[in-house]
């Protein structure tokens, strides 16, 4: 199985910070990346597939690179509704696997 | 505009059965394959089960392989998980998710499965 590493597993940033989140891939998964939104009681939200392509209606300051075994999502300027935790998922090969998440916050 | 309703969560004995649904709408459901993730309360995202447009190919995850069953209903719009010989350790928000490519863009609002004595 393919095991994905998110850092770190907790940010503290403020309204406006640009804050960068990392994922590592046990071995090369090319541009097989998703990233995912989710907050408090509620369903996770697709925000990037193959790894910098951006799911429809999610916002420009969310933005997504790497390729191989190391990718990150940058958020350019944090948005209140952006606390939230965030995770990755690798698409290479079954079985399906996340990272552990990482969670922003205040 | 695309919705995933889940259903049918609910508290089970260990060793009991349980099958979730999830009703599709707003979309060409017999065209996308569907998947199941579960969440552990306070845990992670843990993928459980994909399946095919025509459920020619289905993929499970070893911890559920042989104990639950995803199936599909292309004429009703619906996906099913057909949980068996659950475990305290199967507790979890069960979500459905449309799959683009290989990618899910949509979620459903998940339903809650409780499996204790």
């Known amino acids: 199985d393919i095991q994905m590493t998110q850092s770190p597993s907790s940010v503290s940033a403020s309204v406006g910070d640009r804050v960068t989140i990392t994922c590592r891939a046990s071995q090369d998964i090319s541009g097989w990346l998703a990233w995912y939104q989710q907050k408090p009681g509620k369903a996770p939200k697709s925000l990037i597939y193959a790894a910098s392509s951006l799911q429809s209606g999610v916002p420009s300051r969310f933005s997504g690179s790497g390729s191989g075994t190391d990718f990150s999502l940058t958020i350019s300027s944090l948005q209140p509704e952006d606390f939230a935790t965030y995770y990755c998922?690798?698409?290479?090969?079954?079985?399906?696997?996340f990272g552990g998440g990482t969670k922003v916050e205040i | 505009e695309v919705q995933l309703v889940e259903s049918g969560g609910g508290l089970v004995k260990p060793g009991g059965s349980l099958r979730l649904s999830c009703a599709a709408s707003g979309f060409n459901f017999k065209t996308y394959s569907m998947l199941w993730v579960r969440q552990a309360p306070g845990k992670g995202l843990e993928w459980v089960s994909s399946?095919?447009?025509?459920?020619?190919?289905?993929h499970q995850p070893d911890s559920v392989k042989g104990r639950f069953s995803i199936s599909r209903d292309n004429a009703d719009n619906s996906l099913y998980l057909q949980m068996n010989t659950l475990r305290a350790d199967d507790t979890a928000v069960y979500y459905c998710?449309?799959?683009?490519?290989?990618?899910?863009?949509?979620w459903g609002q998940g339903t809650q499965v409780i499996v204790s004595s």
């Open positions: 998922q690798q698409a290479y090969s079954f079985p399906l696997t």
């Open positions: 399946i095919s447009p025509t459920s020619d190919y289905i």
């Open positions: 998710a449309r799959l683009r490519g290989s990618y899910p863009d949509f």
